[in-house]
């Protein structure tokens, strides 16, 4: 089993960037296909992005694609986003999830949320208008 801690969440104005990090513990982190979903307020939980084992493919929502940007570095066990040009509608609460399924193709089968094994517990991002 993997811990997965989420940071760097917080208030920025529209336009601004922000990356967030998520911190794994316990398993082998390059084991796992990441992703990053988000659930704003009254809404249901949003695929964001995901990434494959090895970080050379990735896979985005339509909503974010061009400008968040997925990475993750497997020996500071550690999943990124980077997200620029934020929008009022990219607040949300983020989490971080972590996958033991396989990865195929262009990796459009990790967006749903029960392929995920393990969730962080969030981080809020929050962007003013």
């Known amino acids: 089993q993997v811990t997965l801690v989420e940071s760097g969440g917080r208030l920025v104005p529209a336009g601004d960037s922000l990356r967030l990090s998520c911190e794994a513990s316990?398993?082998?982190?390059?084991?796992?296909?990441m992703g990053w979903f988000r659930q704003a307020p009254g809404k249901e939980r949003e695929f964001v992005a995901a990434i494959n084992r090895s970080g050379g493919g990735t896979y985005y929502s339509d909503s974010v694609k061009g400008r968040f940007a997925i990475s993750r570095d497997n020996v500071k066990n550690t999943l990124y986003l980077q997200m620029n040009s934020l929008k009022a509608e990219d607040t949300a609460v983020y989490y971080c999830?972590?996958?033991?399924?396989?990865?195929?193709?262009?990796?459009?089968?990790?967006?749903?949320?029960?392929?995920?094994?393990?969730w962080g517990q969030g981080s809020q991002v929050t962007i003013s208008s």
């Open positions: 999830a972590a996958s033991s399924s396989p990865w195929y193709g262009s990796g459009s089968s990790s967006r749903y949320a029960r392929a995920y094994d393990t």
């Open positions: 316990g398993r082998t982190f390059s084991s796992y296909v």
